[in-house]
């Protein structure tokens, strides 16, 4: 028999959410309904993994305290997360004020930041985490609007 979550329980489009936020939504809705007296959840983890759509030993791994991939590997990289935003808000800044910005120059100052040798690729990866930044090519003014 399915489990039937009580009205209170909001269900969102899971379709549209990506998978971190549908995970994150399945951990909240499992602390939400509580624990039963032998220490089981409620809501079933296979049975809210299935209802949010999500792999059932991802769920499971996270319930358990597991952290996620991104957060695992955060003592690894260069620049702390506070630097990064600190960097990704600077590049939206100089591209705001038409200052096109290339990797070398997002490569020093991400190495003046850091106070380590940061290498080229570096900042491909760094863009990758970083979908918000998207390299766009300038277009000159035209004579009749200068």
Known sequence: MPFILPPEIEILDLESMPLESRIQYAMETIAALGMKANGHTVLPLREAARLY?????????????QSNRKKSHEHQQKLLPGH??????????MGRRGIPMQNNAVC???????????????VRRFCARHPELKAKWTTSLEQCRA
């Not at 759509?53 to 305290?65: D, I």
């Not at 990064?84 to 800044?93: N, S, Y």
Request: hydrophobic share 35%.
């Open 84 to 93: 990064e935003d600190a960097l990704v808000a600077w590049i939206t800044e």
């Open 108 to 122: 020093s100052y991400a190495s003046t930041i850091s106070g380590c040798e940061i290498g080229e690729s570096w």
């Open 53 to 65: 759509l999500v792999p059932n030993t991802t769920l499971r791994s996270r319930w358990n305290g």
